[in-house]
């Protein structure tokens, strides 16, 4: 059974920096491209990030790049999201998503619980 | 980045009902859309992806189409567990972008 597994989120200042945690299992991680989406409270979803399988490929949005940095480890089978500068309108539900398979476009078939961040002083 | 607009924002509907929802592109993205359904505190499920092809698992009842610029989600007939926020997303080109959402609501 696939599963993603988000951790890390929590209370943070304004300008303070957040490290976010995504655990898979259940399928080949090396073999895929993950991606984190976030959601504000009671808004709908903004796409983050993008993390090809083998780290070769890395996109942002325009709205974090320069402050968040996405990376993997693929022998941990584990993802991560570096969030420096944090701003309260980071303040979000952050998922990690798996994209549906190798070399496709960015359909996501596998979506984390999800960890809250929250940027308030 | 690529601009994504849904309609309604929000439809009341009634078990049995056929319900449609459209997603407009700012810009010609061929197929590369997906629809996916959010119920609250969970999260998103995909439901569709190339804008028409049925992800594995999900009823027969939602269905897909368009291409270019304007999509359409159809659901034949509500059931109950259907109640909840769709969204769409276009997989054109990163920024990956998604609509406003639509939720669908009991009459």
């Known amino acids: 059974e696939v599963q993603l597994v988000e951790s890390g989120g929590g209370l943070v200042k304004p300008g303070g920096s957040l490290r976010l945690s995504c655990a898979a299992s259940?399928?080949?991680?090396?073999?895929?491209?993950i991606n984190w989406v976030r959601q504000a409270p009671g808004k709908g979803l903004e796409w983050v990030s993008s993390?090809?399988?083998?780290?070769?490929?890395?996109y942002y949005a325009d709205s974090v790049k320069g402050r968040f940095t996405i990376s993997r480890d693929n022998a941990k089978n584990s993802l991560y999201l570096q969030m420096n500068s944090l701003r309260a309108e980071d303040t979000a539900v952050y998922y990690c998503?798996?994209?549906?398979?190798?070399?496709?476009?960015?359909?996501?078939?596998?979506w984390g619980q999800g960890t809250l961040v929250t940027v308030s002083s | 980045d690529i601009q994504m607009t849904q309609s309604p924002s929000s439809v009341s509907a009634s078990v049995g009902d056929r319900v449609t929802i459209t997603c407009r592109a700012s810009?010609?993205?061929?197929?590369?859309l997906a629809w996916y359904q959010q119920k609250p505190g969970k999260a998103p499920k995909l439901l569709i992806y190339?804008?028409?092809s049925l992800q594995s698992g999900v009823p027969s009842r939602f269905s897909g189409s368009g291409s270019g610029t304007d999509f359409t989600l159809t659901i034949s007939s509500l059931q109950p567990e259907d109640f909840a926020t769709y969204y769409c997303?276009?997989?054109?080109?990163?920024?990956?972008?998604f609509g406003g959402g639509t939720k669908v609501e009991s009459k």
């Open positions: 190339a804008a028409s």
């Open positions: 810009q010609g993205i061929s197929s590369w």
């Open positions: 998503a798996k994209e549906m398979a190798t070399g496709t476009l960015p359909y996501f078939d596998y």
């Open positions: 997303q276009q997989a054109n080109s990163f920024g990956l972008t």
């Open positions: 993390i090809s399988s083998s780290s070769s490929y890395i």
């Open positions: 259940g399928f080949t991680f090396s073999g895929y491209s």
